[in-house]
């Protein structure tokens, strides 16, 4: 991360702020519209490409001098997949439900 | 690895102050100081993340009761928390970014500015839960949810029954959230303190960098809930 702070990261810090404050409008604009079973899928995707500039940029994973990062990151992600996939296919698949 | 260890042990007379004797140089600390926090955001992500399969398994239950419960909650003042969430996400890497480049008035005022962005945030939350209160929408004796109608449904109501699940995941979410922005809070007033006495320098600024991750990860916890608990069913 040392050898990154030595170029100005300021304009990207301020680039990704304007874009997560434009996705909150985008969202926030695109719930009041019949999309029918799509609103769910917009406000979760730009939800998830929210937390991924966060997670990149101003988390800095994108530019982290320590692979081990990527790995916590990836292998938390993967176990939430799990927890939420496999729930979801069992309750989703119930003939009751 | 191993190498640097040998090189950090001939270095060990002229380190700096804040490097612990057991790391052999200041990245390595930083590294370990790093992969510590994301470890507890990894711990973190499951805590979560199990509430968040509960909501999504009687979302799909609950599916119009769901929406009607939600359709109650102020969206707007949702939406103005997200955005003052992402505006401090913004102070905390120009904060970090100030003690690594030796900035102390910038580093100051972003910490200040992040401390009373998380408050505001509080702020809004607080009138939200009043409100809640004021409509006996807060789940126990006194709830009431009596014919709300449902969604895509004319002429039906909701199952008050149903929309208490909705708001007891909601003030669980929300409050979980409110305890981290808290905890957050006191996290940041310490960094001011510290960042004041001149703590933090280019050399040293592992609690600034790990206190920020902290942050940025309660900032992604609510860019989910604001969707999930304010915005499905708006549209009419």
Known sequence: MSEHSKSSPLKMYFGIWITLLLCTYITYKAAFVELGQYNAAVALGIATLKATLVALFFMHVWHASEKLTKLVVIVALFFLLLLLGLSMSDYATRLWS | ????????????????????????????????????????????????????????????????????????????????????????????????????????????????????????????????????????????????????????????????????IFFSLYFIMTGLHALHMIIGLGLFLWLLIMAWKGRFTPEYNTPVEIGGLYWHFVDIIWIYLFPLLYLIDRHP
């Open chain 2, 1 to 164: 690895m191993p190498d640097s260890t040998l090189v950090g042990l001939h270095h060990e007379e002229q380190h700096h102050p804040e490097l612990l004797h057991h790391f052999a140089e200041p990245q390595q600390q930083r590294d370990a100081a790093s992969l510590g926090m994301w470890v507890f955001l990894a711990t973190e992500v499951m805590f979560f993340g199990g509430l968040f399969c509960a909501y999504l398994i009687y979302r799909r239950w609950y599916f119009g009761d769901f929406g009607a419960a939600s359709k109650t909650l102020n969206a707007t003042l949702g939406a103005t928390n997200t955005a003052v969430l992402i505006c401090s996400s913004l102070t905390v890497v120009l904060a970090v970014w100030a003690a690594k480049t030796a900035r102390r008035t910038l580093l100051l005022v972003s910490l200040g500015i992040t401390l009373l962005l998380g408050l505001a945030f509080l702020g809004i939350k607080g009138v939200e839960y009043k409100d809640k209160f004021v409509e006996h929408h807060v789940p126990g004796a006194s709830f009431s949810f009596d014919k709300v109608p449902l969604p895509g449904h004319p002429g039906q109501y909701a199952n008050p029954r149903h929309a208490q």
